[in-house]
């Protein structure tokens, strides 16, 4: 079936478009100084920040690679985030009271204030090289869905797009982009109940064929109960959710900047509670939208789904089964994913690069205003990478969208996570400690991705799945630090507000 551009599926989208441009503008006149650009001048309230976070974390992986996956397999990917609201728990009680303390902008300043040089300098490398990748996968996975709307060769889509999202965000900093956040978040709400009902209405069963049809085919499986490691079974994907939403609630810089750019550690705290609360929700739907989509083609067969892509699927579905106008808002839904997610990255990147490179080391000293238009520069330059980086997505053969994110985030991790519990929960690893154990794991890190891209000979690879790398990472980094620095003893210098030991009750603002 050959699906062709609607006028009026146009002029949604540009409105949608138009109006994100708007308020880079408008937000660009309240950014006078770094604290404007990066936290807001810490003003926003809890339930702004917590659709900030919605919209951050959730992007269009979630709205086109989680339908995927539930089409092609079953629900065992939401089994990752199912443990989302047991660490929010963790994060209000501890987590947020640290980032809170003084006028923390990054992550990482923590990091150098526990450890020292090295362990700042290793978790700004690796987010700024996560983010990267992880905007470059969804820029790719948005292009997919314009691409089918325009019919313009994919390369192109993801130029313009990429330059659309890094000008607004290099615009109205972080002011925008939690702005636009909040907006996008709920257009992507509104986007995933429209796919829903516009399945249901085309089925002759409604609603009930779906969950009937998909309980017949085993669709709503977790996964399997058997305790395999080598597999995604329910127990490997709750294992590998708890070690990634640790590293994300205690130490993603996307997460901690909206932390400290609330008016309040309470609102920070209302802010997680609120996100918890959404979100799984909102995971849960987009994997019944992928259900749904099974048991419509299986009711309904079409021979181009055959040779689609799982990712494309939707895609398909909408432009071919659902009128304009409705097209063009779910069309925005998913730029929004994108954008709210893309906009976030970059702007943290700029914040960390500036807090964590600049000023301590590259730029000593200077006047605010030339770290204001460093900050400017670094959007540039890393808009820039993230369209070079989807369009190598583009030209790679992947099973799904998703299951490439969680390979990323398992071989390229590193120890983050380890870095900041460690940090936050123990008094016996000092900054030797860390440093000798974070260079001892990321000799690890290298092995097992060398192992996984098949460069080592087989007699020198450890067979195991690319999803626990970051687990072995992180445990090496855990046990070897804690072994060195019971060794030397306890550390000389003060952790005063450091450890959930040592932190004075009311110490946060």
């Known amino acids: ?27 660009s006149r309240r950014n006078l100084t770094t604290e404007d650009y990066f936290v807001g001048n810490r003003s926003f ?6 659709l900030s976070m919605l919209g951050t974390i959730v992007s269009s992986a979630t709205f086109l690679a989680l339908p995927a996956a539930a089409f092609i397999l079953d629900w065992r990917m939401l089994t990752v985030n199912l443990v989302v609201p047991f660490i929010a728990v963790l994060a209000v009680i501890v987590f947020i009271p640290f980032f809170r303390r003084g006028k923390l902008t990054s992550a990482f300043e923590y990091l150098g204030e526990r450890y020292g040089v090295v362990p700042r300098m290793y978790g700004t490398v690796s987010f700024i090289i996560l983010q990267i990748i992880r905007m470059a996968q969804i820029l790719f996975l948005v292009s997919i869905v314009i691409q089918f709307f325009t019919g313009i060769s994919i390369v192109w ?35 995933g109940g429209i796919c829903i009902y516009w399945i249901s209405i085309e089925l002759p069963g409604g609603l009930p064929e779906i969950f009937e049809v998909g309980k017949a085919h085993n669709k709503f499986s977790l996964g399997s109960m058997e305790f395999n490691l080598g597999e995604r079974t329910f127990y490997t994907m709750i294992i590998l959710g708890i070690i990634n939403w640790l590293g994300i609630f205690a130490g993603d ?19 997680t ?13 987009f994997f019944f939208v992928g259900t749904g989509l099974f048991v419509f083609y299986l009711s309904s067969p079409d021979p181009v789904v055959a040779g689609l892509d799982a990712d494309q699927v939707l895609p398909y579905f909408i432009f071919s089964e659902i009128p304009p106008v409705i097209t063009g808002i779910i069309i925005s839904a998913v730029i929004a994913a994108s954008m709210s997610t893309m906009d976030s990255g970059i702007n943290a990147i700029s914040t960390v690069t500036v807090v964590d490179f600049m000023k301590p080391w590259l730029a ?31 030209l790679m053969d992947k099973e799904s969208m998703n299951d490439i994110s969680l390979i990323v985030t398992s071989v390229f991790g590193g120890c983050l996570m380890g870095l900041f519990l460690m940090g936050f929960f123990t008094q016996r690893i000092d900054g030797y400690s860390a440093t000798v154990a974070l260079i001892l794991a990321v000799v690890v890190n290298i092995y097992l991705g060398l192992g996984l891209l098949g460069v080592l000979p087989s007699y020198l690879t450890l067979n195991i799945h ?11 980094f855990i046990i070897l630090a804690y072994f060195i620095g019971v060794v030397r003893g306890k550390s000389k210098k003060s952790l005063e507000g450091l450890t959930v030991w040592t932190m004075k009750r009311g110490s946060q603002s």
């Open 157 to 191: 889509v993801i130029i313009a797009i990429g330059l659309f999202i890094g000008f607004y965000t290099y615009m109205g900093g972080i002011q925008a982009v939690i702005w636009t956040d909040v907006i996008q978040a709920m257009i992507l709400i509104i986007g």
């Open 45 to 50: 309230s809890g339930w702004v920040i917590g």
């Open 466 to 476: 690319s999803y626990w790398v970051i687990a072995l990472v992180n445990g090496t």
């Open 273 to 285: 509670i609120i996100y918890s609360m959404i979100a799984l929700p909102m995971w849960t739907l």
């Open 364 to 394: 000593r000293n200077r006047e605010d205003a030339y770290y204001l238009r460093s900050a400017h520069w670094v959007v540039s330059v890393v808009t820039v990478l993230v369209v070079i980086g989807a369009i190598s997505f583009s």
């Open 1 to 27: 079936m050959e699906l062709s551009i609607r006028i009026a599926d146009v002029v949604t989208v540009l409105v949608y478009l138009l109006a994100m441009v708007a308020a880079g503008f408008y937000f």
């Open 253 to 271: 810089q996307n997460m901690v900047q909206r932390y400290v750019s609330s008016r309040s550690t309470r609102e920070a705290q209302k802010a």
